[in-house]
């Protein structure tokens, strides 16, 4: 690869994301400290003064793709000894990731994980002063850190923490080691942040935690998740409210009531299963079983018959036997979910799961996995072909970069949607009229 000629005089940055809405929040705010700092965003890698890569350790291809990139940056560290290499987010919570970084990919400058992503500037600003490899890594956080500037990627949506970490402890899952226990945020805040993004235009906001149903729990302010979304939903000029994660075991009937309510209330919810066997239920230490699963579906159902419903699923977990692999197969077909996103069980140093001896052969995995994939699509291929001839209300999210004028947008349902129109609606909610249902997205025209 040449060399790109940078802008002249003027500071750049370039940051690349893995993982889940809250690095892209994470990521957010991180641009936000750096145009503080009078950096301004590079389109391309080669071209930044600082190149930031924040990491995510959910699963093991996450791993495999972040040390590649490091591959990369090297040549380009390498052709621009003076750039600034940082790397930071979850992996970097683990002591046995900082070290293989510190000893085979001397060209990365900063390390820090997400409880000290406050610290970036400083480190920034000393490894530009001094050029010594510089690391900031907490193992626990009081509190979530209010107040740091954030560039948003769209102006009229908008992430907004309301807890950070995990007390869950699912024995597969990494989040409680990389993210901490939880620590939600006073309900002023949340609702003053809101406030002023929708003054600045804002129309739908995505409440993020790694479990947004235990909300307040471990605090002694008055308002859980579901008073917090009804506060919210009386906010001028907001339009939408989304939020991820939920955790089965702690949504409420309160905040079922919510979505008959709260008419800004989008009518999806994501609910991880993660497994339809009970016994594997079990050994991920769910808290939940298959039946007390399907009853949850069953009363929201209940309560909003049009509901979205979306999922994880995770294939060969440990000791997964053929019987257990039936009953998810079952349950997916008892749910009939809008879509799924599903996951091949991987290893995660550090999480009580990566020491069982039980594991799933490979290619016992791959097999269930695409048997499981056919019957999801299927299933969403039929709930998406309810929506033909339907009017709904989209937001226009952009404009395809090949013809400029394909617009995509979301329905409250999460459905992805593709129709023409011109980029003066970006940022819009416009009715369209759905022409045709595939299985994984749906097109129309403008009514």
């Known amino acids: 690869m040449n060399s790109v000629k940078k802008p002249s005089g003027q500071k750049t940055y370039f940051i690349q994301t893995f993982g889940c809405q809250m690095n892209e929040h994470d990521s957010e705010k991180m641009a936000g400290m750096l145009e503080e700092k009078g950096y301004l965003p590079s389109e391309e890698r080669e071209t930044a003064d600082v190149i930031v890569v924040n990491t995510c350790s959910v699963r093991e291809n996450a791993d495999n793709r972040f040390f590649g990139q490091l591959g990369v940056i090297k040549k380009i560290k390498e052709r621009h000894p003076e750039n600034v290499i940082a790397v930071c987010g979850c992996m970097m919570q683990q002591e046995h990731i900082t070290q293989r970084i510190r000893q085979k990919y001397s060209w990365v400058d900063i390390m820090f994980g997400t409880m000290s992503i406050q610290e970036f500037p400083r480190l920034l600003e000393e490894c530009l002063a001094t050029r010594k490899k510089l690391m900031s890594v907490y193992q626990s956080q009081e509190k979530v850190i209010e107040g740091l500037p954030v560039h948003r990627k769209y102006s009229y949506k908008s992430y907004v923490d309301i807890m950070n970490g995990c007390n869950n402890f699912c024995t597969y899952c990494i989040v409680p080691y990389t993210r901490g226990r939880e620590r939600s945020r006073m309900p002023e805040s949340i609702v003053e ?69 709260c008419e800004k209330l989008c009518r999806h919810i994501h609910l991880p299963v993660q497994s339809g066997s009970t016994e594997i239920l079990r050994r991920m230490n769910r808290r939940y079983t298959k039946e007390d699963y399907l009853q949850l579906v069953e009363k929201i159902r209940a309560s909003v018959p049009d509901i979205a419903i979306t999922t994880d699923i995770i294939v060969g977990f440990p000791g997964e036997t053929e019987e257990d692999f039936e009953e998810t197969m079952d349950l997916v077909r008892r749910v009939r979910y809008d879509s799924a996103f599903t996951f091949l069980y991987s290893v995660r140093t550090g999480t009580p799961a990566a020491e069982y001896g039980d594991q799933v052969p490979e290619d016992i995995k791959h097999v269930r996995f695409e048997r499981l994939v056919d019957a999801l699509n299927e299933i969403t291929a039929q709930k998406n072909a309810l929506y033909q001839d339907r009017v709904e209300k989209v937001l226009v999210e952009g404009v395809s970069k090949s013809d400029g004028s394909t617009c995509s947008g979301r329905t409250d349902t999460f459905k992805l949607v593709n129709f023409s129109c011109g980029e003066e609606k970006i940022g819009q909610i416009v009715d369209v009229r759905i022409t045709e249902a595939k299985t994984f997205s749906l097109f129309g025209e403008l009514v």
């Open 193 to 261: 942040e809101i406030r002023g993004l929708a003054a600045d235009g804002v129309k739908e906001i995505t409440l993020l935690g790694q479990n947004v149903n235990s909300y307040g729990n471990e605090s002694d302010f008055d308002c859980d998740f579901a008073g917090l979304i009804y506060r919210i939903n009386e906010i001028e000029g907001i339009e939408r409210i989304r939020f991820m994660t939920s955790h089965p075991k702690d949504l409420s009937d309160r905040l079922i009531q919510a979505f008959v309510d």
